[in-house]
């Protein structure tokens, strides 16, 4: 049987999909923009002749970009940085959250109201840096990854995913075969909470990649900056000179601009491969650790 959709139904999808079109124009536009900047000449940019499609098409920028040695040396530094703090901020956040969702915890509430409270009230930034300072962690790579190790409301979100999900009658079951709690949360509670391992790992993974502020604030050691920090310092600060080697005094301004586009698509784009590939896992996760406590 064959639905016939009235008139107003008709227009309503008419007027969303109109909406949608126009709202993903809205938010592509910029990042289609940077792009084509990036591989247009230096003239179309200082111009302002670029919009749509590139002009005077050339990857100088890219390769401006790629051998300046600072570019090499910060990514090297972001994907440890991403790496091994996303891994840190997983063990520790799954530690955390697999006990508290255990109903048969003594203290659990109390423990889950001092860590709520962490996410509305804070010491500030000159506590922290005092905190960092005094345990030697200042201008090291550990002062990036140990201040954050866990966020409260990941933890959060953890702990309801395996409160709601994992049934209380299977780790009842493992337990009585002898299983250890850790041979619980290994075996049978990590394979059955895949989506929001998922989800967890995609929020640590993008915080870490695009920190530059506790960089700022920690790390005096330029050789420890990550990529975020020098695409700050090109972008806010045009420190842009080491690149510009044999460009003439009237192409300055168009070469630096294109170079500040480039280093952009180069900051941007692994994050958005990688998104791809884990957000059919987000909405599943997100959604079943909020549903019920």
Do not use: C
């Not at 536009?29 to 940019?45: E, G, K, N, R, T």
């Not at 799954?94 to 009230?121: E, H, K, Q």
């Not at 460009?247 to 586009?261: C, F, L, N, W």
Request: no cysteine.
């Amino acid at each position: 049987m064959t639905y016939n959709k009235s008139i107003g139904e008709r227009l309503f999808d008419a007027f969303n999909i109109i909406l949608l079109v126009v709202g993903s124009f809205l938010f592509l536009y910029p990042l289609w923009f940077v792009i084509v900047s990036s591989v247009s000449d230096a003239a179309s940019i200082a111009s302002g002749a670029v919009s749509l499609w590139p002009k005077g098409f050339n990857l100088e920028a890219y390769e401006r970009v790629f051998n300046d040695s600072r570019v090499w040396l910060t990514y090297r530094n972001t994907i440890f940085y991403v790496l091994a703090g996303t891994l840190i901020n997983l063990v520790l956040t799954t530690l955390g959250a697999y006990p508290l969702s255990r109903r048969d915890l003594y203290g659990r509430n109390g423990v889950m109201l001092f860590i709520v409270f962490t996410m509305f009230f804070s010491g500030g930034l000159i506590p922290m840096y005092l905190n960092v300072r005094d345990l030697g962690l200042f201008d090291t790579r550990w002062a990036l990854l140990l201040p954050g190790a866990i966020s409260a409301y990941n933890l959060i979100v953890m702990r309801t995913f395996f409160q709601s999900t994992i049934p209380d009658g299977l780790i009842e079951s493992a337990k009585m075969e002898g299983a250890s709690e850790y041979r619980i949360l290994w075996s049978i509670v990590l394979p059955l909470s895949m989506p929001v391992v998922a989800v967890m790992t995609l929020f640590y993974a993008v915080y870490h990649w695009n920190s530059w502020f506790d960089a700022m604030i920690y790390l005096q050691d330029r050789s420890l900056h990550p990529l975020q920090l020098l695409l700050r310092e090109i972008l806010v600060s045009s420190q842009t000179n080491d690149m510009l080697g044999g460009v003439g005094s009237g192409d300055v301004v168009g070469v630096s601009e294109t170079i500040k586009y480039a280093t952009t698509v180069i900051a941007t784009l692994p994050i958005l491969v990688i998104y791809p590939f884990l957000q059919k896992y987000f909405a599943k996760g997100v959604m079943l650790g909020g549903v019920k406590e």
